[in-house]
């Protein structure tokens, strides 16, 4: 461990301070709901690999290849934690043509160039456009998959044979239902009942047996059963080795080949983000995950699924992509890290190599009623529920049937044709309606104005009487314009013949109408009381708005300062509840809703001149802000009884897993004049709490005066004073002590944390960024200026300018 000692300029006693992580190994732990989560996915996994394998016409090994790839591989590197990748029963007519086309070994050459090509494409960072996919979209290809997967597996459930597709599996499910198994139902309604009871069991054993996984018990069960009884039924049956087969030199000609690798990659590419969308969804349900589980990183997922596909093809595996059957199986038997999709990968090898007469015993039907349940499941009444209220049933059902019946692409394609129908329809669909209210007419627009509302809108405008008073309501969030053309032209006209006009919102909250008078722009110009940064005592409305308070002749009296200020407390909530609550009002219930998931902890001065939200350009749930006097860290262990800092750090970086940690200071701090002002400590004259809490910031006095560190610099100049020497000083220190808190040195190792300083220059309305302060031990103490051109990427915050 590197202990660091700052230079003394009084006789306090030394502290060592520690600036790196703690030395040794670090341990990989395994949490229990990782462990039995893999178990519930590897038993899905293993049938369906081996029949995804059969129904290609690929070797059976193939497919246990590529879920173990896919566990592995796909599981350490892709971007989406809770995914679970393998064969995909989508990826199943594609691979069974290439197949019959070119042969097994040309297959595998053309699985290992697919995922080159993924490669390629996560390096472009093209899988960001998968965001534009609709909810009902998603839910209903989960839930399409699910019905699929339920029909194939409701065959085995009654002692026969899936068919090859869904239609096929209605047309011949009257004729397995006549000649149904008795031993595999009796198989598969013991694991049914166990997999819905076991997690209704009541009681305290109830809560005791409950820890074991349902997945796990109801197999064990039904295999023993199995095995007591003697009963006759189609078990796993594990191949052979032997006859195993690498991939050779593609064979063939190079239109088809390319042709071959175009469609693995777009098909593997296009599910395995699809189902990465759909698995933030259902970790967004999950309380327990929503704020500990990152969101997907699309384009590392796609780089995830490229490096799998590449080791599966060359191993002799089937192609692989995010399976999103496997994967709400496996968020539903609650993993909580990547390492439940690396151990089922692992389980799936272990199985393979020698687990063989083990799962030779298990039945096939047991298997098959798991999975059915899982498919089940899949068919979500609440998100029915959730599209039917948004007005989106018509998109779910038609991607649900397009999955069900012709394929996953396919569906998606007809979900998404059928979701841009529906908004173009709810664009072009505006209701205009007109009516008399206290003495003024009400216009109301329902809907977006675009140019093909624009003759109803006219014909409306004009039918209204001359110098009337009128109030346009205007309930949409777009307008072209054709439209605001021709609302500003009528408004004109209807000003010019001595009516009036108000632009209101739907809460009838007043907005700028489209025509406004030079005079009136000019007095809006400078009535600055509607400007959200103008402090209280320059509202030169304020007098109206605090029911007649006294002018400030009248409010030096201190009860009458105190009444003022609360006036202005009220009239500003006042103001916000009229003015920019109905505007926020969604975006907080959504932060409400989903729980805050804050970027960055921003600790900054409590100084009443800085507004963080104001000088980072931020909204609600971006920063984790803390606010002390003077900005300080205080050192672990030296708190004084006041743990707060150190909470809130604590919470910030384990909890709420913020990317990055900013130190702001900024000009003139009261604080450090008083840190430069104040002389040793007097034992006799007792320290009051804002002396004790300064006592934090004398190791930047120390770091100023010291010969070792060079002075900090400011855009290239020295800083005017002392005082702004110490305050830039003061935030290259805080950070050296964010460093001494073992969460942020932890993070900091991973390389899952950065820090920076940022100075804000009060007077000059300008912010300035520490140069290296995103290095592990070295800092520039060099603060550059923020142009207002620059771009700031939020993984490197060291600033440039723009060229």
Known sequence: MTLYTPARTTNRPRIQRPHSP?????????????????VAVFLIALPLSLGIALATG????????????????????????????????????????????????????ITVLAGLAQLGLSALRVARS???????????????????????????????????????????????????HPSALAI????????????????????????????????????????LTGLAVPRVDLPSWSSHALPGLPEGPVLGIAAGVLTITLVTSVQSLLSAVAVDKLVAARPDLGRTVPRSGLDRELAGQGAANVVSGALGGLPVAGVAVRSVANVSAGAVSRASTMLHGLWIVLAA?????????????????????????????THIRTVTRHREVVVYAVTLAGVTLV?????????????????????????????????????????????????????????????SHVVVELDGSFMDHAAFETLSEWTSGHLAHGGTVETTGPSGVRIAEPHTSPDAAADTASHTCCRPWTPWHNHPCGEQETDGADGPEETTAPAETRRTSGLHLASGIGKFQRN??????????????????????????????????????????????????GNLVPLPGEESGDDSVAAAIEYAVDVLRVESITVCGHSGCGAMQALLGSGPDDPATPPTPLRRWLRHGRPSLDRMASRRHAWARISGRLPADAVEQLCLTNVVQQLEHLRAYESVARRLAEGSLTLHGMYFHVGEAQAYLLSGADEVHSYDDVFTQVMPSDHLESDHLTTARAS
């Open 22 to 38: 703690p030395d040794g190994p670090r341990r990989f732990r395994i949490a229990g709901a990782d462990l039995s989560a893999s």
């Open 58 to 109: 690929a070797p059976l090994q193939s497919g246990l290849v590529a879920a173990a790839v896919g566990g592995i591989v796909a599981g350490r590197f892709g971007g989406s934690p809770l995914q679970v990748s393998g064969p995909a029963a989508g990826l199943t007519v594609v691979t069974a043509e290439l197949i019959q086309r070119y042969g097994w070994r040309t297959t595998c050459a």
């Open 130 to 180: 998968a965001l534009a996919v609709s909810p009902a979209i998603v839910h209903g290809m989960l839930a399409g998959i699910g019905v699929t997967i339920a029909l194939a597996q409701l065959h085995i459930v009654l002692g026969g044979t899936p068919q090859s597709s869904t239609v096929a599996n209605v047309l011949g499910l009257p004729a397995q239902l006549a000649n149904v």
């Open 188 to 227: 598969s309604a013991l694991t049914v009942t166990v997999l819905l009871c076991w997690p209704k069991l009541p009681g305290r054993a109830g809560r005791l047996v409950r820890k074991a996984p349902a997945a796990l018990v109801a197999v064990a069960g039904a295999t023993a059963l199995a095995a």
């Open 353 to 381: 190599l020698l687990l063989v007469p083990v799962l030779d015993l298990i039945p096939l039907a047991a298997l098959a009623a798991l999975v059915m349940v899982v498919g089940i499941q899949m068919v979500s009444i």
């Open 407 to 467: 394929g996953i692409l396919e569906g998606v394609a007809l979900g998404i044709a059928v979701a841009i129908a529906v908004a173009l329809h709810r664009l072009a669909r505006t209701r205009i309606t007109r009516e008399e209210r206290d003495g003024h007419e009400l216009l109301r627009v329902r809907g977006q104005l675009t140019f093909l509302a624009v003759p109803r809108l006219s014909r409306a405008l004009h039918q209204l009487p001359r110098g």
């Open 580 to 629: 920019t609550a109905p505007l926020v009002r969604d975006e907080l219930a959504r932060l409400a809703r989903e729980g805050q998931r804050p970027s960055q902890l921003f600790l900054t001065c409590a100084d009443s001149r800085l507004v963080t939200s104001m000088i980072t350009s931020s909204g609600p749930g971006d920063l984790f802000t803390v606010r002390n006097v």
